[in-house]
């Protein structure tokens, strides 16, 4: 018999049910606490979660990466205000910075959004593993990359660094830590800074980001019920805003734990996950 590719209610039981609720909800706590401890609006544990779920509930791994990635971008909008003014609170966002590249990471995370209709499920997994463990493997060693002692004087280099992180950060469902925060490190930004700039650029990129992604599956065939696009709603109310409130607690983490050891927690779990989106 073939595999079907849409959701059907009735296979599951009331407490399968009960499981997959909790289970989305758990991913909100984890991911809210890790959006405002790095910064990195939680997407690198919703993204490989949502595809394993939606792998459970017999949907095309085609349809579940983009679907997974979308749903993760749709939740880091709230997550990533929630950060964002935790860390604002701490005096942590760059406002300067966010002038400098804002505007670019914007425009790269709508042009990734929109990519998503030419890119398959197997590319954006591929791509999120391979540079997931990339910024792993440089944050995890005891010395971090230093390309200078200060950004680019250059206007234009600087939107090009934001465009390219908008655009990769969009297509890998993240919130923009994952690669502002080594890159900004790579520049010998400070730290706590870092996370909490990147925190801001989480919303620049998963606003655009969602959009895109919601033009790209418009019309799709075989989505799961309640799919808007290749967003998932259901999945997305369940962990937006447990993962909101979640934020604070991981900014205030992020404030009480060295600049070592957020390299540290920041590498583990980004190593763990890109490996397992790699391995299908």
Do not use: C
């Amino acid at each position: 018999m073939p595999v079907p590719t849409v959701f059907d209610p009735s296979t599951l039981n009331a407490v399968t049910v009960a499981m997959l609720i909790a289970g989305m909800a758990v991913t909100g706590l984890v991911s809210g606490t890790l959006a405002g401890l790095l910064g990195v609006g939680g997407g690198i544990v919703i993204v490989p979660v949502l595809f394993w779920v939606l792998g459970l509930l017999q949907i095309a791994p085609e349809h579940a990466s983009h679907l997974a990635v979308a749903t993760s971008l749709a939740t880091i909008i709230p997550t990533s205000i929630s950060s964002m003014r935790a860390h604002n609170k701490r005096g942590t966002v760059d406002k300067d910075l966010l002038k400098l590249w804002g505007p670019a990471v914007f425009v790269g995370a709508l042009i990734g959004g929109g990519m998503a209709m030419i890119v398959s499920g197997a590319g954006l997994r591929f791509l999120f593993g391979v540079v997931g463990l990339a910024v792993a493997v440089n944050m995890a060693i005891p010395k971090t990359l230093v390309i200078a002692a200060h950004l680019p004087q250059s206007g234009l280099v600087n939107r090009v660094i934001g465009a390219i992180i908008g655009l990769i950060s969009s297509l890998m469902g993240i919130g923009g830590g994952t690669l502002s925060v080594p890159t900004l490190n790579a520049f010998s930004f400070p730290p706590h800074r870092a996370v909490g700039t990147a925190s801001a650029l989480g919303l620049v990129i998963a606003v655009p980001g969602v959009i895109g992604f919601i033009y790209a599956g418009w019309g799709i065939e075989d989505l799961p019920p309640g799919s808007f696009g290749y967003v998932s709603l259901p999945a997305a109310l369940i962990i937006a805003p447990v993962s909101f409130f979640a934020a604070p607690l991981g900014a205030r983490l992020a404030h009480a734990l060295d600049a070592r050891t957020l390299k540290r927690a920041f590498a583990l779990f980004l190593a763990i996950t890109s490996l397992r989106m790699l391995l299908g």
